[in-house]
């Protein structure tokens, strides 16, 4: 069982920074797909960020150069800096996990196990 606890969320004005945390109860350098999804106000889920167990990312085209994901395996942390923000980010972000398999990329992987609760994201134009 993995437990994930986000942080970092807020309010910020259009082209701001925010730094979002994931701690997680457990080691996720090599065994887990690590991602970060969001969902905006009355719209469905959008997978934001990946990172696999060699540390490869991949992003969705709307925060590609803008967004970027890492993890601090020592600290069990997933980060997901998020820079020229707009308001089009708005939205609840959801820390997520899968356990890695090496028939399929971390990139490719849809469904996740493990969620954290959510931190809320505001940029406000």
Known sequence: QVQLVESGGGSVQSGGSLRLSCAASVNIGSRYCMAWFRQPPGKGRERVAVIGRNGGTTYADSVKGRFTISQDNAMNTLY????????????????AAVTAVSWTPCSLRSQYTYWG???QVTVSS
Do not use: V
């Open 117 to 119: 609760q959510g931190t």
């Open 80 to 95: 997901l800096q998020m820079n020229s923000l707009k308001p089009e980010d708005t939205a609840m972000y959801y820390c």
